[in-house]
């Protein structure tokens, strides 16, 4: 183990999306075995500083793998397409007329129920974009032109999720506010 390892390499991990959360997890534990503190305690505090190192960049590590959007998000990086997502704010114009929409229906929604229609289909417009991702990210595509081209559009689609997250935060408050 290094620790520049990426993260999938770190927890013994194939790179790419598809991934079993109790492997990650089973990974997580094995490791946070290895690199705890207080295995180190009689070492001295070198040791321990080094071993904090350790169990938290396993930490952070366990906390991209085990998101899909963030696990996403650091295969398209590692895959050398960055989301740039304060530079790069451009989305397709049916996606921000989606967007537009789902925040009319929010501001308009009267009760409990119109706000849990309007969570679901955004959920469910969560899950099709992250299987969307999640293909791209997979698909043997033979040549690196490919795998680059497919990259590029699993970003884009990254993107996308990350706006619909900050919208499913809202939806989560209002539901909180309604009683729910």
């Known amino acids: 183990m290094k620790l520049d390892d990426d993260d999938f ?28 503190p207080d295995r180190f305690a009689a070492q001295g505090a070198a040791a321990q500083r080094l071993s904090a190192q350790w169990a938290m960049r396993v930490n952070e590590a366990h906390q991209r793998l085990r998101d899909p959007l963030k696990r996403a998000a650091y295969l398209c990086e590692l895959r050398g397409v960055p989301l740039q997502i304060h530079e790069n704010t451009r989305m397709p114009t049916a996606f921000l007329m989606e967007q537009m ?68 935060s809202d939806l989560d408050r209002r539901l909180e506010a309604l009683g729910q």
């Open 101 to 168: 929409a789902w925040r009319e229906a929010l501001d308009e929604a009267q009760g409990l129920a119109e706000v849990e229609a309007l969570d679901a289909e955004v959920a469910t417009r969560e899950r099709e974009l992250l299987a969307e991702v999640q293909r791209l990210l997979d698909a043997d595509t033979g040549t690196d032109a490919d795998t680059a081209a497919a990259t590029a559009a699993a970003a884009q689609q990254v993107r996308a999720l990350m706006f619909i997250h900050r919208f499913r």
């Open 9 to 36: 390499s770190l927890f013994g991990l194939p790179q790419r999306q598809t991934q079993d959360r109790a492997a990650i997890d089973a990974s997580w534990k094995a490791l946070q075995a290895q690199v705890h």
